[in-house]
């Protein structure tokens, strides 16, 4: 009776090892094979290591193993994504309706970081923020007439944009005006720049549209008033 059941035993493995053996040479990868026969991963190994693949099957498991990547690297893609989102999503709940001081504060300081400042051997320099994110410019702007009671004809704007980009002046100017609200003679000043494009910059496409500097008319008195409040946020952390 031992000796059947070791038998069996021996016909059985013989078998599994024949159908591994078979599958490899049909371009199945290790983990494929695992799938179908429950043995260890040493001992498939073992099986599998006089095995000569044709240069077809060796490229039919290479092909494999990299859509199994690629399938992975969406799957990672996918759930990052996801997770962003909900973090994202959670952190916005995090702000409820903004208060009139609150906005005095964000503009105060989104000028401290990005708008120009008077300077000793450049008085009376009025207001002026460069930037080119869309919503920042929006937000300037609901600041400029909530915060600073600035009249919307005191405000116009220069635009920014490559010398690589001449020929999307028109775009450019028709992006900035859907943005600001402004018709397009607010825009009277295009400056090109001239720098070298870095090749691993992403907004030198279809999507990039310059720069744009927001300024206001006869604002010095009003840009002394901002450096005030921003000198007032610095003593208070003090």
Same mark, same amino acid.
């Given at each position: 009776?031992?000796?059947?059941?070791?038998?069996t035993?021996?016909?059985?493995?013989?078998?599994?090892?024949?159908?591994?053996?078979?599958?490899?040479? /049909?371009?199945? %990868?290790? %983990?494929?094979?695992?799938?179908?026969?429950?043995?260890?991963? +040493?001992?498939?190994?073992?099986?599998?290591? +006089?095995?000569?693949?044709?240069?077809?099957?060796?490229?039919?498991?290479?092909?494999? !193993?990299?859509?199994?990547?690629?399938?992975?690297?969406?799957?990672?893609?996918?759930? !990052?994504?996801?997770?962003?989102?909900?973090?994202?999503?959670?952190?916005?709940?995090?702000?409820?309706?903004?208060?009139?001081?609150?906005?005095?504060?964000?503009?105060?300081?989104?000028y401290?970081?990005?708008?120009?400042?008077?300077?000793?051997?450049?008085?009376?320099?009025?207001?002026?923020?460069?930037? %080119?994110?869309?919503?920042?410019?929006?937000?300037?702007?609901?600041?400029?007439?909530?915060?600073?009671?600035?009249?919307?004809?005191?405000?116009?704007?220069?635009? *920014?944009?490559?010398?690589?980009?001449? #020929?999307?002046?028109?775009?450019?100017?028709?992006?900035?005006? /859907?943005?600001?609200?402004?018709? #397009?003679?607010?825009?009277?000043?295009?400056? *090109?720049?001239?720098?070298?494009?870095?090749?691993?910059?992403?907004?030198?496409?279809?999507?990039?549209?310059?720069?744009?500097?927001?300024?206001?008319?006869? %604002?010095s008195?009003? #840009? !002394?008033?901002?450096?005030?409040?921003?000198?007032?946020v610095?003593?208070?952390? !003090?």
């Open positions: 009776m031992v000796l059947f059941q070791y038998i035993f021996v016909h059985m493995k013989a078998g599994l090892k024949e159908k591994a053996i078979s599958l490899r040479q /049909g371009g199945f %990868s290790y %983990s494929e094979i695992l799938k179908e026969i429950p043995i260890a991963k +040493s001992t498939l190994s073992l099986w599998l290591r +006089s095995v000569d693949l044709s240069k077809r099957q060796k490229q039919r498991i290479t092909e494999k !193993r990299l859509a199994a990547a690629l399938r992975g690297g969406e799957i990672r893609k996918n759930n !990052r994504i996801l997770t962003i989102q909900k973090i994202h999503e959670k952190a916005a709940r995090d702000i409820h309706k903004i208060s009139k001081r609150e906005l005095w504060l964000m503009g105060v300081m989104l401290w970081a990005e708008g120009t400042k008077e300077k000793d051997n450049h008085p009376g320099c009025g207001v002026q923020f460069t930037n %080119s994110d869309p919503d920042m410019i929006k937000l300037f702007l609901r600041w400029l007439f909530e915060i600073c009671a600035v009249k919307r004809e005191e405000v116009y704007f220069d635009i *920014f944009i490559h010398e690589n980009h001449r #020929s999307n002046i028109g775009r450019a100017i028709n992006y900035w005006s /859907g943005i600001t609200g402004y018709p #397009s003679n607010y825009f009277p000043h295009i400056y *090109f720049k001239k720098n070298i494009i870095k090749t691993k910059r992403k907004n030198v496409g279809d999507s990039y549209f310059g720069l744009i500097k927001i300024r206001v008319k006869a %604002s008195n009003l #840009s !002394r008033k901002i450096a005030g409040w921003t000198r007032g610095i003593e208070y952390f !003090r």
